[in-house]
């Protein structure tokens, strides 16, 4: 009985003393009439075992059914955005997040399952992903970023957005956003993809429904947007853009920090803030972390992006 899986894991990888190991296992179909009793997770370096992490009869079950309740809630046409499958699996392991400390990068992941006596087994490749461009961050000035790769999120358990991330600016009382109309910039050179603008900002009164009825699923999710195709394979999107806004075309050429529209709040957004990801091999494809050049916290270190919530200052 195979056990059907992501094809690959692209990780983060950084040193602080130790090397920090991060990457997420968005799911675990085990094809076959038996379902797992037990489920072991080991993170490899060569034949090195690097962290192991063990479920007994117990956890798996309630894993399993957490699977069962979740998988429903995907529509069809999500299926190749959040799982990178074209069919919907009858069960499934979801979601499991590994993020620690060891000597080296991880280079492999095994997973070993028993299954109504038997043993099956799994590896994965981990890949420390390092991409081909150069990036600057896509706004200028002093941002809040938040939903990043860290932290277990709405972005991270969708394939194509698990790099993703939010950034807004406030008021004092943190309670208005300030950055709506502010510019967006490309974060890399490229040629235009995609282009889409036309909705107003989302308010309690937008039907979101109507909204996917006449333009489709893409522009309920993102609403007016600019899609850069980059060397390497890899795409940028940039969401939720002000309407009227967009100001450039599908096809066109563009510079890394040329503007390319405006901040707002249209599409599944409910404040104005800018949605950015990376991904690779089109739209559906797996997302991919970058590293922005000259990217500061306000204390004036670099800043990788690598917590739950950056106050960060950007040149533009």
């Known amino acids: 009985?195979?056990?059907?899986?992501?094809?690959?894991?692209?990780?983060?990888?950084?040193?602080?003393?130790?090397?920090?190991?991060?990457?997420?296992?968005?799911?675990?179909?085990f094809q076959g009439e038996t379902q797992p009793s037990s489920l072991v997770f080991t993170c490899l370096a060569g034949e090195r075992e690097l962290l192991r992490v063990s479920y007994g009869p117990d956890e798996t079950a309630r894993r399993l059914a957490y699977g069962r309740e979740e998988l429903p809630r995907y529509r069809d046409s999500s299926l190749g955005r959040i799982l990178g499958l074209?069919?919907?699996?009858?069960?499934?392991?979801?979601?499991?997040?590994?993020?620690?400390?060891?000597?080296?990068?991880?280079?492999?992941?095994?997973?070993e399952a028993?299954?109504?006596?038997?043993?099956?087994?799994?590896?994965?490749?981990?890949?420390?992903?390092?991409?081909?461009?150069?990036?600057?961050?896509?706004?200028g000035g002093t941002v809040v970023v938040t939903d990043t790769y860290p932290s277990v999120n709405s972005h991270r358990w969708c394939r194509n957005s698990e790099f993703a991330f939010d950034?807004?600016?406030?008021?004092e009382t943190l309670e208005r956003p300030t950055i709506a109309g502010r510019p967006v910039y490309a974060a890399c050179?490229?040629?235009?993809?995609?282009?889409?603008?036309?909705?107003?900002?989302?308010?309690?009164?937008?039907?979101?429904a109507k909204m996917e009825a006449q333009y489709g699923e893409h522009a309920r999710i993102d609403g007016n947007h600019v899609l850069i195709r980059h060397e390497g394979g890899e795409l940028s999107l940039y969401a939720h853009l002000q309407k009227g806004s967009v100001a450039v075309a599908a096809g066109e050429s563009v510079q890394a920090g040329q503007q390319i529209g405006r901040v707002g709040s249209s599409g599944s957004s409910w404040v104005p803030h800018l949605h950015f990801h990376?991904?690779?091999?089109g739209v559906e494809?797996?997302?991919?972390?970058?590293?922005?050049?000259?990217?500061?916290?306000?204390?004036?270190?670099?800043?990788?992006?690598?917590?739950?919530?950056?106050l960060v200052r950007a040149g533009g």
């Open 189 to 208: 050179c490229g040629v235009v993809e995609e282009v889409f603008d036309g909705l107003e900002d989302t308010d309690d009164s937008t039907d979101l």
């Open 278 to 281: 990376v991904m690779r091999d």
């Open 167 to 171: 950034a807004g600016t406030f008021d």
């Open 114 to 139: 028993v299954c109504g006596g038997h043993r099956v087994e799994a590896a994965i490749p981990v890949i420390p992903y390092q991409s081909p461009n150069r990036w600057r961050f896509p706004l």
């Open 285 to 310: 494809g797996p997302g991919v972390p970058v590293v922005f050049d000259g990217l500061r916290t306000i204390l004036g270190e670099p800043c990788l992006l690598e917590d739950t919530v950056n």
């Open 1 to 29: 009985m195979p056990i059907k899986c992501d094809p690959v894991l692209y990780s983060v990888t950084r040193e602080e003393h130790m090397v920090h190991n991060d990457f997420f296992l968005r799911y675990l179909e």
């Open 86 to 111: 074209s069919y919907r699996p009858k069960e499934v392991f979801l979601h499991e997040h590994f993020s620690f400390f060891a000597s080296q990068a991880a280079d492999r992941l095994r997973v």
